[in-house]
């Protein structure tokens, strides 16, 4: 009896050294599958044409950008996202907004080419957090 009850301790904590990263490997992959992947659209404009565009046109584009992302609740984002926003440019002009746009594509030649939907949002969000610093 007492052998058989030794085997059995041996055999069991052989299968939870087994199991153990198994249940731990199902744990994160679960996890990680449960995160939300955001596929981000193209929009119509890149940096480049945001400072091909005059004063106006700038400000026009970052008023409606801003806009887009305050109705995101609309589509189903948490409206707690946007507190950041709403907290940093609810007292900003369309100018200071612009500028701050601008200021980031031509400090980051790389911003050229990318889609100015996400070169607003990443403009916005640096300039924020030095806000907020």
């Known amino acids: 009896m007492f052998l058989c009850l030794l085997c059995f301790c041996v055999y069991t904590d052989d299968v939870m050294r087994s199991v153990l990263p198994l249940i731990a490997l199902l744990a994160f992959v679960s996890v990680y599958a449960n995160q939300q992947r955001v596929k981000i659209s193209p ?66 030649p790389d911003q050229l080419q990318a889609n100015l939907n996400v070169v607003t949002f990443n403009a916005l969000r640096e300039a924020c957090r030095k806000q907020s610093n």
């Open 43 to 108: 929009g119509f404009f890149t940096g480049k044409d945001y400072l091909d565009m005059s004063d106006t046109e700038q400000r026009a584009y970052t008023t409606g950008e801003i806009n887009g992302m305050l109705v995101a609740p609309f589509f189903g984002a948490p409206e707690e996202n946007l507190n950041w926003l709403k907290t940093c440019t609810g007292k900003m002009s369309d100018e200071q907004v612009a500028s701050i746009v601008g200021k980031f594509i031509r400090e980051q």
